[in-house]
């Protein structure tokens, strides 16, 4: 079982409607991240949260560290926002970083 | 400010063969990390370089080796290439500070295709 897992490994979405991917880990954090990676391959760090709640534009990342479990939100979601969303667990007070396998995101319009 | 740059883009080797992949993290920064995404696998951590010294590795063969240059810039080089060798590979930039406010910064990526 990896450390860390993600759900869906595959969404389909129309243009508009609302997103959610989830993370959970196993391994004590001091951080995660949440990355997205392009068809190309180039990846974006979107968020790093170690409680509560982010927001930026239509995206909103959420932790719950008693439940080792985060979820991001895509709000009135647009084909440009097709692509592998990443997850990735900073352990402990390390440079170590552990990634989630991703999910791949197609919004149609 | 330029960002983390990676070169070349794509490359095609066949087995046996050597690859030399290259990057260079933001102007001043010391540290790089090396990432290997195989097809349908997620981000597998590689070599770890900070200040012209290796500081970690991940669970790959010797024949995945690197070093970093006076100026911080690194290269991964992989020997006896095999099939299963052939995968994204991606670099960022280790700065700690930015890694602990939350700015992860990586490069576009060399795709290495093994015949």
């Known amino acids: 079982k990896n450390e860390v897992e993600q759900s869906p490994q595959n969404l389909t979405a129309q243009e508009g409607e609302f997103i959610t991917i989830n993370c959970s880990y196993s391994?004590?954090?001091?951080?995660l991240h949440w990355l997205q990676q392009h068809p190309g391959g180039g990846i974006v760090s979107l968020f790093m949260l170690s409680s509560g709640k982010k927001k930026h534009g239509r995206l909103i990342a959420t932790i719950n560290i008693q439940e080792k479990h985060s979820s991001l939100h895509i709000t009135a979601s647009h084909p440009r926002d097709s692509a592998v969303y990443i997850c990735?667990?900073?352990?402990?007070?390390?440079?170590?970083?552990?990634f989630g396998t991703g999910t791949r995101l197609q919004v149609f319009p | 400010e330029a960002g983390v740059t990676q070169s070349p883009t794509h490359l095609i080797k066949t087995r046996g063969q050597q690859a030399t992949l290259r990057c260079s993290p933001i102007s001043g920064h010391t540290s790089v990390y090396w990432y290997q995404q195989a097809l349908g696998l997620g981000l597998q951590f590689l070599l770890w370089y900070d200040e012209g010294e290796e500081r970690n590795r991940g669970n790959f063969p010797p024949r995945f080796s690197g070093r970093q240059f006076p100026n911080y810039s690194s290269e991964l080089n992989v020997n006896a290439l095999e099939l299963e060798d052939s995968a994204l590979y991606l670099c960022a930039d280790g700065e700690r500070g930015r890694w602990n406010t939350g700015e992860l910064f990586f490069g576009e990526g060399s795709r290495l295709t093994v015949l």
């Open positions: 391994v004590g954090i001091s951080a």
């Open positions: 990735a667990a900073r352990v402990g007070n390390t440079d170590k970083l552990i």
